[in-house]
């Protein structure tokens, strides 16, 4: 079985929640009831995550320290946000 990384909305709904979260999968469900407006989007996949953090175990640190920031403190969090971008990329 290939793992997938990413996955459109519409390939996702309340049954996959293992596969793209809750929030992701909730986006997908309410994309297919009628009248609910549901921007077009994708879900980056579980697998996708277990992979990046096993490839870069320094994310695991920043992510720790992203959430213990003052959710105020725009400017630390820009700056560490920008600090994990390059560490995936």
Known sequence: MTDQYVLDLGEVDETRVAVVGGK?????GLSRIEGIRVPDGFCVTTD???????EV??????????SRLDPDDRETTRTLSARMRRVIE
């Open 48 to 54: 996708a995550f277990r992979r990046a953090m096993a």
């Open 24 to 28: 992701g999968a909730h986006l997908g």
């Open 57 to 66: 175990p320094s994310l695991d640190d920043r992510l720790d320290e992203l």
